[in-house]
C-alpha cells in the first residue's frame, strides 16, 4: 500500500502499469482473522464462569475476549473500506486494456509481451483526469493504508494478548509448558 500511494502521481505517465499493478494488488483482500469462540460463549451463558474461583484468569480470558471482539469490529471497518475503494478504483482506473490483452495471450511468455507493449504505448491508465476525483480517491486510499495499518497492529496485539494470557493460564493451574 505503501507502493502504492507514492508513485500514484505517475499513473497518469506512460510506462505507469507497474504502479497501477501495486495499486490494483494494494486493494485486493486481505486475509481474515476468523475467532471461534464456541466454548467460551458456552461457558459464559451457562453461567459457568461464575464457578471458576480464579477471578484474575477469568478477567485475563475476558479481557482477552474483548479485544478480539474490538479487533473484529476494526477489521469489519477495514472489509468495508476495501470494498469502497475497490468501486472508486474501477471508476477510475482503466483496466480493460490489460484485462483483455492479457487473458487473449497464452503464454506467460505472451502475457509479458502485452504487458510491454502496453507499458509503452498506453498514455496512462486513468479513465478520467479530474483533479477532484483522483484528489478524493488518493485521500481515500491514504486513509484505507492507515485504516489497515492499524489494524494490522491491532491484530498484532491480540496475538501478543493470546500468547500472554495462555502463559499465565498455564502458570496458574500448574500445565505442562509448550516445548
Known amino acids: 500500500m505503501d507502493s502504492g500511494r507514492k508513485n500514484y502521481s505517475k499513473l497518469?505517465?506512460?510506462?505507469?502499469?507497474?504502479?497501477?499493478?501495486?495499486l490494483q494488488f494494494s486493494l485486493s483482500g486481505f486475509e481474515d482473522f476468523i475467532y471461534t469462540d464456541i466454548t467460551l460463549q458456552q461457558i459464559?451463558?451457562?453461567?459457568?464462569?461464575?464457578?471458576i474461583r480464579n477471578k484474575a484468569a477469568v478477567n485475563s480470558i475476558l479481557r482477552y475476549d474483548s479485544k478480539v471482539r474490538s479487533a473484529?469490529?476494526?477489521?469489519?471497518?477495514l472489509?468495508?473500506?476495501?470494498?469502497?475503494?475497490?468501486?472508486e478504483m474501477g471508476g477510475i482506473l482503466n483496466m480493460q486494456p490489460i484485462l483483455e490483452s492479457v487473458r487473449l495471450a497464452t503464454t506467460p511468455a505472451g502475457q509479458h509481451a502485452v504487458v510491454d507493449s502496453l507499458n509503452r504505448n498506453m498514455p496512462d491508465f486513468l479513465l478520467t483526469h479530474d483533479h477532484v476525483v483522483i484528489g478524493q480517491f488518493y485521500n481515500d486510499y491514504t486513509y484505507y493504508e492507515t485504516v489497515a495499518t492499524l489494524v494490522k497492529i491491532q491484530m498484532a496485539s491480540v496475538k501478543e494478548k493470546a500468547i500472554s494470557t495462555i502463559k499465565f493460564l498455564k502458570d496458574q493451574y500448574g500445565l505442562e509448558k509448550e516445548e
Do not use: C, W, Y
Open 12 to 22: 497518469q505517465n506512460p510506462g505507469s502499469l507497474r504502479f497501477l499493478s501495486q
Open 72 to 77: 473484529l469490529i476494526n477489521e469489519k471497518v
Open 44 to 51: 459464559k451463558s451457562s453461567g459457568v464462569i461464575a464457578f
Open 79 to 87: 472489509g468495508d473500506l476495501l470494498i469502497t475503494m475497490q468501486h
